[in-house]
């Protein structure tokens, strides 16, 4: 079985057993979706979105984080760990975004990691998620299960693991497949304990021993 096959048949497997997928930050719009993932770095999704509220409830717009005094904002996201270098870059980023792209997230891979504190698992997201263009969010669960279902070689690098992934990801079905792969690795494919006698792969993946 080719890598293009072994995806294909991951594509299918994946969409049956999760057949809605979606970002699990609760965001709306390109930049509140810019500014939790910069907060999910080192933090688990479930305390972003508990901060979030909060957060654009304090600052709804892009001119308040432009104006906003960063201690405030620190003190409102120290939760979610390194709050000072996230202030930081939420801050400078909105600072860029007003500046240089007349308020208005920017479109485009090169853009957006020109941001500060973006990087391309940021873009990634926003790319596919806001502006529907095909994206391979290359994640720790991402690059776990990749690697683990003999998509990918075995490596720890994003970058490679997202090329990698293009090659053999039809583009129109890459963004929600990554969706179900942060699921599927939630539920089924942990980092310790992988429950293979339990996972809808198992008679695809090149880790379980039945390949």
Same mark, same amino acid.
């Given at each position: 079985? @080719?890598?293009?096959?072994?995806?294909?048949? !991951?594509?299918?497997?994946?969409?049956?057993?999760?057949?809605? =997928?979606?970002?699990?930050? &609760? #965001?709306?719009?390109?930049?509140?979706?810019?500014?939790?993932?910069?907060?999910? !770095? *080192?933090?688990? &999704? =479930?305390?972003? %979105? *508990?901060?979030?509220?909060?957060?654009?409830?304090?600052?709804?717009?892009?001119?308040?984080?432009?104006?906003?005094?960063?201690? /405030?904002?620190?003190?409102?996201?120290?939760?979610?760990?390194?709050?000072?270098?996230?202030?930081? /870059?939420?801050?400078?980023?909105?600072?860029?975004?007003? *500046?240089?792209?007349?308020?208005?997230?920017?479109?485009?891979?090169?853009?957006?990691?020109?941001?500060?504190?973006?990087?391309?698992?940021?873009?990634?997201?926003?790319?596919?998620?806001?502006?529907?263009?095909? =994206?391979?969010? =290359? /994640? @720790?669960?991402?690059?776990?299960?990749?690697?683990?279902?003999?998509?990918?070689?075995? @490596?720890? /690098?994003?970058?490679?693991?997202?090329?990698?992934?293009?090659?053999?990801?039809?583009?129109?079905?890459? %963004?929600?497949?990554?969706?179900?792969?942060?699921?599927?690795?939630? !539920?089924?494919?942990?980092?310790?304990?992988?429950?293979?006698? *339990?996972? #809808?792969?198992?008679?695809?993946?090149?880790?379980?021993?039945?390949?």
């Amino acid at each position: 079985m @080719t890598k293009k096959q072994r995806a294909l048949k !991951a594509i299918e497997a994946l969409k049956e057993l999760y057949p809605v =997928a979606h970002c699990s930050l &609760d #965001t709306t719009g390109a930049l509140q979706l810019l500014i939790a993932t910069r907060l999910s !770095a *080192q933090c688990t &999704d =479930a305390r972003v %979105n *508990q901060v979030t509220p909060v957060l654009f409830r304090k600052f709804p717009t892009l001119q308040s984080f432009v104006e906003a005094d960063i201690k /405030d904002i620190e003190d409102i996201i120290r939760s979610c760990g390194l709050y000072k270098t996230k202030a930081k /870059d939420i801050k400078n980023m909105c600072i860029d975004i007003a *500046q240089k792209y007349d308020g208005q997230v920017p479109d485009t891979m090169e853009d957006l990691t020109s941001l500060p504190g973006v990087g391309r698992k940021t873009a990634n997201l926003v790319l596919g998620e806001v502006f529907g263009k095909p =994206a391979v969010v =290359a /994640d @720790t669960h991402c690059i776990r299960l990749s690697g683990r279902i003999g998509l990918t070689t075995v @490596t720890k /690098d994003a970058y490679k693991v997202e090329k990698e992934l293009r090659v053999i990801l039809p583009p129109e079905e890459s %963004n929600d497949f990554c969706h179900r792969l942060v699921y599927h690795g939630r !539920a089924v494919c942990t980092a310790r304990s992988p429950k293979c006698d *339990q996972c #809808t792969l198992a008679d695809i993946c090149i880790s379980c021993g039945k390949v």
